[in-house]
């Protein structure tokens, strides 16, 4: 069974910094494009930030310069550094992947469950 796991997330002061952790597990063949997406309340989820397989990377306008993306692919591994922390950032931060469970097979978009970043003093 194919499973994304976050972690890191908790509250933390503006100007602060928290890193988010995405791990893989299960079946996999294959990770492609690897996403943080996140979902403030009463608003929609919307991309953060995006890193594929060969390390190209795409930040939404407001976070650029705050956030960086990265992953470990021998580790199955993506992380979201966020730093210089708003009140807006608040939302929970949910970790995408583009996956191939086999050669033969699709790729195949999977969800995590979301971790909560809660910025506030």
């Known amino acids: 069974q194919v499973q994304l796991v976050e972690s890191g997330g908790g509250l933390v002061q503006p100007g602060g910094s928290l890193r988010l952790s995405c791990a893989a597990s299960?079946?996999?063949?294959?990770?492609?494009?690897m996403t943080w997406y996140r979902q403030a309340p009463g608003k929609q989820r919307e991309l953060v930030a995006t890193?594929?397989?060969?390390?190209?990377?795409n930040y939404v306008d407001s976070v650029k310069g705050r956030f960086t993306i990265s992953r470990d692919n021998a580790k199955r591994m993506v992380y979201l550094q966020m730093n210089s922390l708003k009140p807006e950032d608040t939302a929970v931060y949910y970790c995408?992947?583009?996956?191939?469970?086999?050669?033969?097979?699709?790729?195949?978009?999977?969800w995590g469950q979301g971790t909560q970043v809660t910025v506030s003093s």
């Open positions: 299960g079946s996999i063949f294959t990770i492609y494009t």
């Open positions: 890193i594929s397989r060969g390390g190209t990377i």
């Open positions: 995408y992947g583009d996956l191939q469970v086999s050669p033969v097979q699709s790729i195949v978009g999977y």
